[in-house]
């Protein structure tokens, strides 16, 4: 019922979602028409754009064919390109996701190493040196970050390629660059957690039945530790997916963000409302994903069954 309830919620928003995007990117200055006609057309040619893309029609009408262009994928057609928005959006939305996921895994491995090592190690150079790391890590802007590690691990060392996305190595520095800032969030939600359940009375119970001290922090510490930073696992994936307009700018990635960029430079319209749109709806889907983990790993959270 949770679930159900929590879809039910999210339609209302989506809606919502879709009036503001499709409002506001109306709104972007330049005309479609212009820009694929090009400097010589005339303006015969050009109302003939208009005219073909549907543009000379009522707001309201355009709406609801974008609306339907959810259900008929063959009525969301790039202006640019000619070809289905599904189409153009599927064959991007798996590099996106490699380096979002990639990023989201390698960060909440690090920061939960590193934060287990600053609970145990407390006032220790290790603890030092990694607090350093961590507020390095949240303070530092995602594109310098990615020009520093292109022009460190690329240009100068050579070990990885510096832009694109066809082999394996590609994916190494986008998802290392974008693994910084959920690393370094993990690492310090996971400290404060631990240091404050270290002195619990079932952390005591399980010493005191042979448990090593290992297994006490790793099984029974620090599953509680994770509750907060799945709590925040959630945000930081999305904003990932919303960061990815700049790593795959930078890193010349062909996914959802450079595709997002383009369509904003040729005021491809369908291109710009779809892909805003599918963000909204991962960030509803892993916000979901998000309190169902939660409720996993703490049975506090979930609600009393019905009688």
């Not at 297994?215 to 990815?244: D, W």
Request: net charge neutral; aromatic share 8%; proline share 6%.
């Amino acid at each position: 019922m949770f679930v159900v309830r929590r879809l039910a919620a999210a339609v209302p928003a989506l809606l919502v979602v879709s009036v503001l995007v499709f409002w506001f990117v109306d709104m972007i200055p330049g005309d479609p028409a212009v820009i694929l006609a090009g400097p010589t057309a005339t303006d015969q040619e050009i109302a003939a754009i208009r005219d073909f893309l549907g543009l000379n029609e009522p707001l309201g009408t355009r709406y609801i064919l974008f609306l339907r262009g959810l259900f008929e994928p063959e009525l969301a057609t790039s202006f640019r390109t000619g070809r289905p928005v599904a189409l153009e959006i599927a064959e991007r939305l798996p590099t996106t996701l490699a380096i979002a996921v990639g990023g989201l895994l390698v960060g909440l491995v690090v920061g939960a190493l590193s934060g287990v090592a600053c609970a145990l190690r407390q006032g220790t150079l290790t603890d030092t040196a990694i607090t350093v790391l961590t507020l390095a890590g949240i303070s530092m802007p995602i594109y310098w970050l990615g020009l520093l590690c292109i022009w460190l691990f690329a240009v100068n060392l050579g070990w990885l390629p510096a832009a694109g996305a066809s082999t394996p190595a590609h994916f190494v520095l986008p998802i290392l660059v974008v693994a910084t800032r959920p690393a370094a969030t993990f690492s310090r939600l996971v400290t404060a957690n631990l240091l404050e359940v270290m002195g619990k009375d079932y952390l005591d119970t399980a010493r005191s039945k042979g448990v090593s001290e290992l297994r006490v922090i790793l099984v029974h510490a620090l599953r509680n530790s994770l509750i907060a930073a799945v709590s925040v696992a959630g945000v930081q994936f999305g904003a990932m997916l919303g960061g990815s307009v700049i790593t795959e700018t930078v890193f010349g990635v062909p996914g959802l963000g450079r595709l997002l960029v383009q369509a904003v430079g040729s005021s491809d319209y369908p291109i710009i409302q779809y892909c805003i749109l599918m963000f909204a709806v991962f960030f509803i889907v892993i916000n979901l994903a998000t309190d169902l983990l939660t409720q996993w790993l703490d049975p506090r959270t979930r609600q009393p069954a019905t009688r």
